[in-house]
T-cell receptor, first 113, second 110 residues
């Protein structure tokens, strides 16, 4: 196992609600990246946090936001949920911000109805 | 056009078969290349990095052709446990993320 944990494992929300997903990075890793994986697709980069600052963002609207805490754990917040937000949300931690070695957590499966 | 394109699959092969996956990438500035494996409803896991000189890990061989912007993965003597989705992944320089292909599903049948 990678040592990256995510919670919750599954979540069901209704359209228009807000959701917060959590990730604890592997010990010693200061960078967390979040990905969205829709059914049948590869993971798509949402954003990355390095030392509590956003450090890169993919093509996702502002209603996707995040935080990183001093212990390097991270949250992904999604406001005004849409049906298309239903996906597996993966976080990955890495030792430094420009490292290609990313260790993925088990993901949170979000269903929006 | 997607930045990373893979064979659409699925591939259904008998045990013991050799199977090859192909992948192309569009960004010539890409610097690092990987194959990840993802089991059903699980997270992606790094299978192997891909180097210009080619690299082998047991039954798995990865090749990179920078001129053609092409990456391949060859699996020899397929096992039932090889059944998974194989993701082609490209990394750029700096703080940019990994870019994943859509994945190719492999089913190895007894």
């Amino acid at each position: 196992e990678t040592g990256v944990t995510q919670s919750p494992t599954h979540l069901i929300k209704t359209r228009g609600q807000q959701v917060t997903l959590r990730c604890s990075s592997q010990s010693g890793h200061n960078t967390v990246s979040w990905y969205q994986q829709a059914l049948g697709q590869g993971p798509q980069f949402i954003f990355q946090y390095y030392r509590e600052e956003e450090n890169g963002r993919g093509n996702f609207p502002p209603r996707f936001s995040g935080l990183q805490f001093p212990n390097y754990s991270s949250e992904l917040n999604v406001n005004a949920l849409e049906l298309d937000d239903s996906a597996l949300y993966l976080c990955a931690s890495s030792l430094v911000s420009n490292s290609y070695e990313q260790y993925f957590g088990p993901g949170t499966r979000l269903t929006v109805t | 056009r997607k930045e990373v394109e893979q064979d659409p699959g699925p591939f259904n092969v008998p045990e013991g078969a050799t199977v090859a996956f192909n992948c192309t990438y569009s960004n010539s500035a890409s610097q690092s290349f990987f194959w990840y494996r993802q089991d059903c409803r699980k997270e992606p896991k790094l299978l192997m990095s891909v180097y210009s000189s080619g690299n082998e890990d047991g039954r798995f061989t990865a090749q990179l052709n920078r001129a053609s912007q092409y990456i391949s993965l060859l699996i020899r003597d397929s096992k039932l446990s090889d059944s998974a989705t194989y993701l082609c992944v490209v990394g750029h320089s700096g703080n940019t993320p990994l870019v994943f292909g859509k994945g190719t599903r492999l089913s190895v049948i007894a």
